[in-house]
């Protein structure tokens, strides 16, 4: 079984959603969750 790390991208965006600017919702995911990869313990 594969878990996602704290902060993963996959944890912030919605499945089965088709993005109308794929770059701009990954980086969006990835501000959002980096707070939560950058704590201690994660």
């Known amino acids: 079984m ?3 790390a704290p902060g993963s ?3 912030v965006l919605a499945a ?3 993005h ?3 770059s701009k919702a990954v980086f969006e ?3 959002e969750g ?3 990869n950058s704590r201690p313990g994660s």
């Open 20 to 22: 109308l600017d794929p």
């Open 2 to 4: 594969v878990t996602d």
């Open 29 to 31: 995911a990835m501000k």
């Open 9 to 11: 991208s996959r944890l």
């Open 16 to 18: 089965n959603v088709v």
């Open 34 to 36: 980096w707070p939560a």
